[in-house]
Nanobody, 125 residues
């Protein structure tokens, strides 16, 4: 059974940084596309960033070079380094993983069968 466990969320002031981590067990991490979505209060869930088995990253436009996604295969963990955080980045961040993501669908939440429980990120102004 695939399990995703996120950590690293918290409260930070605008301009600060956080690093999220997601440890993935029970699945073929090496072959999976993994990454992050987020959901702000009152808004729909949206794509943030993913990285595929070849370590090719894809970012949402709003990231604007502020976030970096990476993966450590030895630890079966995917990271999201978030710098220059803005109040608009506040929300619950969800880790995702799936072995069968079609490249053209990588930004779509429906492409991922496995989700973590979410970690709260709050950015104060």
């Amino acid at each position: 059974q695939v399990q995703l466990v996120e950590s690293g969320g918290g409260l930070v002031q605008a301009g600060g940084s956080l690093r999220l981590a997601c440890e993935i067990s029970g699945g073929a991490f090496m072959r999976s596309t993994t990454g992050w979505f987020r959901q702000a209060p009152g808004k729909e869930r949206e794509f943030v960033a993913v990285t595929n088995r070849y370590r090719q990253p894809t970012y949402a436009d709003f990231v604007k070079g502020r976030f970096t996604i990476s993966r450590d295969s030895a630890k079966s963990t995917v990271y999201l380094q978030m710098n220059s955080l803005e109040p608009e980045d506040t929300g619950v961040y969800y880790c995702v993983a799936d072995e069968h993501v079609i490249f053209s669908s990588r930004r779509m939440s429906a492409a991922y069968d496995y989700w973590g429980q979410g970690t709260q990120v709050t950015v104060s102004s």
